[in-house]
């Protein structure tokens, strides 16, 4: 158990989230080894089509618009930290909430891995088995670690 809790501000922007994604954030967030927060849930399509413009994301049919995913962002102590050691670490966390929560849930780290909750190994592996599938097809991998959607 983590010593971990979501601000107001993280609870704030889970509003409108799916309650199943809702809980299993909650569980991550004292499961996990690394500290987190929620950095959007719901979004607006205005939103969405702002981050489609900018290359931030690959669709204008994300699960954000919908309820159904959340982003996160980690912490080292006070700062933000985008290192994608960290965000496999918090993955680990959100696979063990959603085999608690029997939930079907896919990770932008590993986008081939529809539901992280079967997979046998670490979200490290995860990973590494979708970039490899990636650079297999000789396609450059997507890697957007700080999204965990319902699927």
């Given at each position: 158990?983590s010593?971990?809790?979501l601000?107001?501000?993280?609870?704030q922007r889970?509003e409108?989230?799916?309650?199943q994604?809702c809980?299993?954030?909650?569980?991550?967030i004292?499961?996990?080894?690394?500290?987190f927060?929620v950095?959007?849930?719901?979004?607006?399509?205005?939103?969405q089509?702002e981050?489609?413009?900018?290359?931030?994301t690959k669709?204008?049919?994300s699960?954000?618009?919908t309820?159904?995913?959340?982003?996160v962002?980690a912490?080292?102590?006070?700062?933000?930290?985008?290192e994608?050691?960290?965000?496999?670490e918090i993955?680990d966390?959100?696979?063990?909430?959603a085999i608690?929560?029997?939930?079907?849930?896919?990770?932008?780290g590993?986008w081939?891995?529809?539901?992280?909750?079967?997979?046998r190994g670490?979200m490290?592996?995860?990973?590494?088995?979708?970039?490899?599938k990636r650079?297999?097809?000789g396609?450059?991998?997507?890697?957007?670690?700080?999204?965990?959607?319902?699927?």
């Amino acid at each position: 158990m983590s010593t971990y809790r979501l601000s107001k501000k993280s609870l704030q922007r889970l509003e409108g989230v799916h309650p199943q994604l809702c809980s299993i954030v909650h569980e991550a967030i004292n499961l996990t080894e690394v500290d987190f927060g929620v950095t959007c849930g719901l979004r607006t399509v205005r939103a969405q089509q702002e981050l489609y413009d900018r290359g931030a994301t690959k669709t204008m049919h994300s699960k954000h618009l919908t309820g159904l995913a959340v982003d996160v962002v980690a912490y080292i102590g006070p700062r933000i930290s985008w290192e994608l050691a960290l965000y496999d670490e918090i993955a680990d966390a959100f696979k063990e909430a959603a085999i608690h929560h029997t939930a079907s849930v896919r990770w932008g780290g590993a986008w081939t891995v529809s539901n992280i909750s079967v997979w046998r190994g670490t979200m490290e592996e995860a990973m590494n088995s979708y970039v490899d599938k990636r650079r297999s097809q000789g396609r450059r991998p997507f890697i957007d670690a700080p999204h965990f959607e319902l699927s």
